[in-house]
């Protein structure tokens, strides 16, 4: 059974305590998407928010980086209380370097590719992460079609893990909707991302909970 994280960046923002309230209730990861209108081209939010949700959430925080120079931020994210941290594999000059970075702080670390990085890229650093993420949407933006070509890329970077004999959670991220999400997580997925699919719901439980429940 897959862990299930609703994307916050989809959420009420005027009703954001609901929304928390709604994911310590339902789900199992929240999903923060930390965008800087440079290494995509959209903002998301930033700390204030970060800290507020943090502050009620119970269930660890997923912070997914999408800016350049991850570096700078990591440890304030770790601090504002970040239970695992990923950033994008071409937005750092030294990946183990962030990722040490990362683990220093007793935060797990992962890294994120887009769909037009191959995935064999993200091989030599596996060792050194605890989660490897997939997306399933170029980042930047809530609410896009899956690439279904992402489901085989799933399956190779888990063939990989398990040769490699390494812990390694496996997670995915955009366009997961309760149609395709029996298919991404037969490749091995262990935490799959949702956001609209979640919070544009007429029924958000019923869609985590057939999330959840997929195979
Ligand atoms: C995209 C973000 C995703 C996004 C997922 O850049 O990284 O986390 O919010 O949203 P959906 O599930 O709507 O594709
Ligand atoms: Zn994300």
């Known amino acids: 059974m897959p862990l299930i994280a609703p994307s916050m960046l989809s959420a009420d923002f005027l009703h954001l305590e609901k929304d928390v309230d709604m994911v310590n209730r339902l789900a199992d990861i929240f999903h923060l998407d930390i965008m800087d209108g440079v290494f995509v081209p959209n903002l998301s939010y930033g700390f204030p928010i970060v800290e507020a949700m943090a502050r009620r959430a119970e269930k660890p925080l997923d912070v997914h980086l999408m800016i350049v ?5 990591v440890d304030r994210f770790a601090a504002v209380g970040a239970d695992m941290i990923s ?5 750092a000059e030294n990946p183990s370097a962030v990722l040490a970075q990362i683990r220093s702080h007793g935060v797990k670390a992962g890294l994120v590719i887009n769909p037009d990085i191959p995935v064999e890229s993200l091989f030599p650093y596996l060792k050194e992460c605890d989660f490897v993420m997939l997306m399933g949407v170029y980042a930047g933006f809530g609410g896009q079609k899956y690439i279904p070509e992402t489901t085989e890329r799933l399956r190779i970077l888990k063939d990989e893990i398990v040769r490699q004999g390494l812990d390694v959670k496996l997670e995915v991220d955009g366009g997961v909707t309760p149609e395709n999400v029996a298919e991404i997580v ?8 949702a956001g609209s699919a979640v919070f544009k719901a007429t029924d958000p439980a019923a869609v985590i909970d057939a999330m959840r429940n997929c195979i």
């Open 87 to 91: 950033f994008h594999l071409n937005a």
């Open 186 to 193: 037969g490749a091995g997925v262990d935490i799959v991302v």
């Open 69 to 73: 120079h991850p570096e700078r931020y």
